[in-house]
């Protein structure tokens, strides 16, 4: 992702309450205009008290807290860019989006310390019913303009990254272990390459870090434990550990920022700590994170309000992720925030903040490469010991290896909210286990690594990698693509009622088909009334179940958030899907759906006690659903030939309900699947079916694929017949 800039500045006037607005800078040129600020004191701190001070876990989405956020971005949202200054913000966008970027949204308050405090995080745009921050194409960044100019500074691999770990003994217990494990993890496969080195420094005193960063340089440091913002003095404040007590001793951001101030290869700050980018109204430098800034850092991520260990675990581990994965720090950001708000989690997405001071977003230039691919050690080849400290929940990032191999270490992913899965004996055979949202390898690097990652917390030029061509679904002869897996989140599975399973199934020996691997369990919530498939939303529950976002082939950048219900008649699809230019596939040829932008669902019976070799049975479909020209998404149901060999049968599509909304970025599907059009028949709470959610793209001027994504990271088109791949789906009570 690049990013065009938007600049906005506001200033105050003699009149309480009323601000000069101006974009100083855009795609579409400047404009100015006059915001009276919608909220009074009273009425601003009951917003943050609601917002940030009631934090007793996470809760589900659609909660009145949600709506309260919902309605203070509304505000907050038609007050900022009214007028002129909401015209030209409207056609800049267009103008990123014609380009193919996103546009980043500059907050310049330094003249308006009055609203220096107010979570401009939760802008609502509600004519497109979306949070901006919630999109990597509007990034909403607070940007400090000081005299300095920032250089990007020139790094030779490895990124150093310091992990400062404080836990005083007089404060909560934080589960800072399980944090610093999904960190490690996420970049184990990038230290190992030696792209990155991380160091761990778990007695957070002042001693301790200055002693740390003599060793240094470090370019990053992450600071995860307790902060606060203390109202008497308007300072931010963290929480360390004294040298000689173990308790807490209290650093205000100043004080840190003098600590760090000689150190110039420091060139971002992560604060994982509560309240750390709140500031006093009277002193804009105030907070921990402006005063980082003031003294030279050029980015730094700080949390504004209170935030619960919950969120902040996955935050880290997708923030990091998505670093890996080739992402800008904003675009890593949004990822990180949609991944707090996918965990059910009704508004914390909001609380971390961005503040940026370099005036290009460019903080990194990276030189040479990394070791060569060869010279890395794969998982299966490290010592026992390191093994069993170091293999913990990664993601695999989306880049393609070397021709994996069947006996490769593969990946998958712990549930969400629940224990890790349990590690397999050691063995050629035995998976890395990887945690949600993180980011690693297995067991190989790919020359582009550092590059990537560099590149990403650079917020440089994307990387271009290298992916095989999308393969036919029905087995063709030209299909050359290999695996490709990549983690996904998932749910755990109990003993619970099963589908019989029909008793066809012709079995053939493939020695070259991968072991299957546990991916975990796709849930569907029962719903009591029956939903309306008309394209809105509202009747929805969200419950959210799964990401699209592991390749299966191809160069596809559409992902989809997936949630599954049901009721006694039907089950429903909903996917929420990302994708900059939705194409409709050829109506003329609906066995070509998975051609256009779609979504595909792979349905069948209970797939529990199938073996790898065992092919495709009658009632397993794929039910795809096409983006439309004009209304009505093109439905296509295709069947298994009679060998079970592939999906080539066009099936009943009859009584098949679906509708697609389009979206500022891309595009919203609901469908409805009568059970009878399944030939599914026992559906009952604690039925385990088999499925997968996948999302393809189209390619620009042609009805041919682009790729396709799915929740299944075992799915490829070596398995696509084989339904012991598939995920196990669960109809919960």
Sequence with gaps: MEYLDFDLAVEATPTPGTYQVSVLASPRGEASGQMVFPFNADALENVILKLGRTRTGVRSLGSPTQSVAEKFGRELFDALFAGEVGSRFESSLDEAADSGKGLRIRLRLGRAPQLADVPWEYLYWASRRRFLVLSSKTPVVRYLEQPRSVTPLLVTPPLQVLLVVSSPTDLATLDVAAEVQRIN????????????????????????????????????????????????????????????????????????????????????????????????????????????????????????????????????AEFYAAIADGYPIDAALAEARRAVYSDNNDVEWGTPVLYLRASDGRI???????????????????????????????????????????????????????????????????????????????????????????????????????????????????????????????????????????????????????????????????????????????????????????????????????????????????????????????????????RGDSVILELGPDKRGLAASDLARPTDAYYMFGVPDQQQPLVAVLKPNAEGTSFELLGDASGIQSAIELTETGYVLEARIPWGATGLNQHVAGTVLAANVNVSERKSGSFANLGMRSTNPQRSAEVRAHPAYWHDLQLRA
């Design 185 to 316: 993890g996420a970049l184990a496969g990038l230290e190992g390459a030696g792209q990155v080195q991380v160091t761990v420094l778990q007695t957070a005193s002042l001693g301790e870090l200055s002693r740390a960063l003599r060793q240094g340089p470090f370019h990053v440091l992450h600071f995860i434990g307790h902060g606060g913002f203390n109202d008497s003095t308007g300072e931010g404040m963290l929480a360390f550990t004294d040298d000689e007590t173990g308790r807490a001793r209290l650093v205000s951001g100043g004080d840190l920022a003098t600590l760090l101030q000689d150190h110039d290869t420091l060139r971002l700050v992560l604060l994982n700590a509560c309240e750390g980018g709140r500031q006093s109204p009277a002193d804009p430098l105030g907070g921990v994170a402006q005063a980082l800034v003031s003294q030279g850092v050029p980015a730094v991520i700080a949390m504004q309000f209170e935030i619960t260990d919950a969120a902040a675990t996955r935050f880290s």
């Design 364 to 594: 990194f230039d990276v030189a040479g490469k990394p070791a060569a691919a060869s010279a890395v050690p794969t998982a299966p080849d490290a010592p026992a010991g390191e093994a069993a400290a170091r293999v913990v929940p990664v993601v695999v990032p989306p880049w393609t290896p070397p021709q994996p191999e069947p006996e490769q270490a593969q990946a998958q992913q712990p549930p969400i909210q629940q224990p890790p899965i349990q590690q397999p004996p050691a063995g050629p055979a035995s998976p890395v286990a990887v945690a949600p949202g993180g980011g690693g390898v297995s067991g190989r690097s790919h020359p582009a690594r550092w590059a990537i990652l560099g590149a990403a917390v650079a917020v440089v030029a994307p990387i271009l990698f290298v992916w095989r061509p999308f393969p036919l679904p029905w087995g063709s002869s030209t299909d050359t693509s290999s695996p490709h897996p990549t983690p996904t989140d998932t749910v755990t599975q109990s003993g619970l009622p099963t589908t019989p399973t029909p008793s066809r199934s012709t079995r053939r020996q493939t020695p070259t088909l991968p072991p299957v691997r546990q991916v975990g369990t796709l849930q569907a919530e029962r719903v009591t009334t029956p939903l309306t498939i008309d394209g809105r939303t509202g009747d929805w529950a969200w419950q959210y179940v799964a990401r699209a976002t592991n390749p299966i082939a191809g160069n596809s950048s559409a992902t989809a958030n997936v949630y599954l219900m049901w009721d006694s008649d039907a089950l429903y699809v909903l996917a929420d899907v990302t994708d900059s230019r939705p194409r409709p596939p050829d109506p003329d040829d609906p066995r070509r759906t998975f």
